[in-house]
């Protein structure tokens, strides 16, 4: 079992930055693939960006390329998401996610998820 925890939500006005973290506990966090989902009020959960366990390669969905970066730091079991130029677009509650294997930009790919983060882009 995998246990995430997102903090770092919040509200702030197009243009400006927030920066989410996600702390894992459980098995040892640098076997999982880690990503960002995020859901808007009457919306699917869609993908947003993942990072694979050692090489840290990542993968972005087209809206946030240029604007959001994953990274991780497997010494401290957390996954992080900086988001810059933010759009009222950007407005939902984004999750954190692991996958033990495989891992892409489909929800039912990951096997543990946290309970989510609000974050409400002002215009």
């Known amino acids: 079992q995998v246990q995430l925890v997102e903090s770092g939500g919040g509200l702030v006005q197009a243009g400006g930055s927030l920066r989410l973290s996600c702390a894992a506990s459980?098995?040892?966090?640098?076997?999982?693939?880690m990503a960002w989902f995020r859901q808007a009020p009457g919306k699917e959960r869609e993908f947003v960006a993942r990072?694979?366990?050692?090489?840290?390669?990542?993968t972005y969905t087209e809206s946030v390329k240029g604007r959001f970066t994953i990274s991780r730091d497997n010494a401290k079991n957390t996954v992080y998401l900086q988001m810059n130029n933010l759009k009222p677009e950007d407005t939902a509650v984004y999750y954190c996610?692991?996958?033990?294997?495989?891992?892409?930009?489909?929800?039912?790919?990951?096997?543990?998820w946290g309970q989510g983060t609000q974050v409400t882009v002002s215009s």
């Open positions: 990072i694979t366990q050692i090489a840290s390669i990542t």
């Open positions: 459980g098995r040892p966090f640098s076997g999982y693939i």
């Open positions: 996610a692991a996958a033990g294997s495989g891992g892409g930009s489909v929800s039912t790919a990951y096997d543990y």
